[in-house]
Structure formats: C-alpha cells, structure tokens
C-alpha cells in the first residue's frame, strides 16, 4: 500500500516533469502505481481514492453487547478486558 507521503512525492515528481519511470525509481513504487496515482489525481484533484466497502462485519455491534451480556450473566465472575472494534 502505498503512503501519502509517497503520493504527494509522487505528484511533487510528476509536476516537475519527471515520467513515470523515473518516478518509480525515486519513490521505489512501481511505474504502474505512479501512473495510477497521477491519473486519479489529475482526474479529481484528490491524492487517496475512496476506501473499498470490503466484506461486512460478521456480527454487529449489539450482536456482541448480547453474547457479552449473556456471558456475564451465566457467569458472574468473568469480567471482559477487550473491547471489540467493527
């Protein structure tokens, strides 16, 4: 994945001038990378593209507050140390 400082690098370089290739060697992302980061940047002036929705959350947040309540309840003593993040 490559970084935002090695976008705006990437831009930087493309600005003044440098192709592709060259911009591959100085940043060390390949050529196909920076042409892709020039082209999205060109196109909508922005430097990250939108984050990929992804696979959905096998369970939902109340489904884990449920299963954490009925741990506790059937099990006085256990006490949850790790919140769990979506």
Do not use: C
């Amino acid at each position: 994945m490559v970084t935002r400082n090695e976008r705006v690098r990437v831009i930087e370089l493309h600005v003044e001038g440098k192709s592709y290739r060259q911009i591959a060697n100085e940043t060390g992302i390949s050529k196909d990378a920076a042409r892709e980061i020039i082209k999205y940047w060109t196109t909508t002036g922005k430097l990250n593209p939108p984050s990929r929705p992804g696979k959905p959350p096998v369970l939902s947040e109340r489904d884990i507050r449920h299963l954490v309540s009925q741990i506790v309840t059937k099990q006085g003593r256990f006490h949850m140390t790790h919140t769990y993040e979506s």
